[in-house]
């Protein structure tokens, strides 16, 4: 649908209130797509930059943060990678649901973050689709890096 269909709609401060099925706001969320095969490691995905430079800090150092709606429904799951350069990816999760932490584990810092629907097509009606991103925040980041 056009207002889930804007990949800026994943930008800025997210409206999701962490809740287990949050209120769907149209045109406040990105839909991703179903991957049509996990196993071919391709599908509906976005790939995100940070005007700073997130840090591995103590603890999860990237928030995701994703739109449910409704009472109940399958966990949509995403693949979380991040970069230090846009070309060459590191996974940080194979897969997470919902509103998930990760760490940046072996990456000392990154500027790039790619967020992968991984989920299973077959557990969702046939007009679902993928995993709605409402935002990815840096939880340790910093203007600049020195190497």
């Known amino acids: 649908l056009p207002d889930r269909s804007d990949p800026a709609d994943a930008l800025g401060v997210a409206e999701s209130t962490?809740?287990?099925?949050?209120?769907?706001?149209?045109?406040?969320?990105?839909?991703?797509?179903?991957?049509?095969?996990?196993?071919?490691?391709?599908?509906?995905?976005?790939?995100?930059?940070?005007?700073?430079?997130?840090?591995?800090?103590?603890?999860?150092?990237?928030k995701i943060f994703e739109v449910t709606g409704g009472t109940s429904y399958p966990d949509e799951k995403v693949k979380v990678e991040a970069s230090k350069d846009g070309t060459t990816w590191t996974l940080l999760a194979a897969s997470v649901a919902r509103d998930a932490e990760v760490d940046l584990g072996i990456l000392g810092w990154a500027k790039y973050v790619r967020v992968t629907d991984v989920s299973n097509r077959a557990d969702f009606e046939s007009t679902a689709d993928g995993y709605d991103l409402d935002g990815v925040k840096a939880l340790n980041c910093v203007p600049e890096i020195a190497e």
């Open 18 to 62: 962490g809740a287990f099925y949050d209120p769907v706001i149209a045109g406040s969320f990105f839909s991703l797509g179903f991957n049509p095969d996990v196993n071919l490691g391709f599908g509906g995905n976005i790939e995100l930059g940070f005007p700073k430079f997130i840090l591995n800090g103590p603890g999860n150092d990237i």
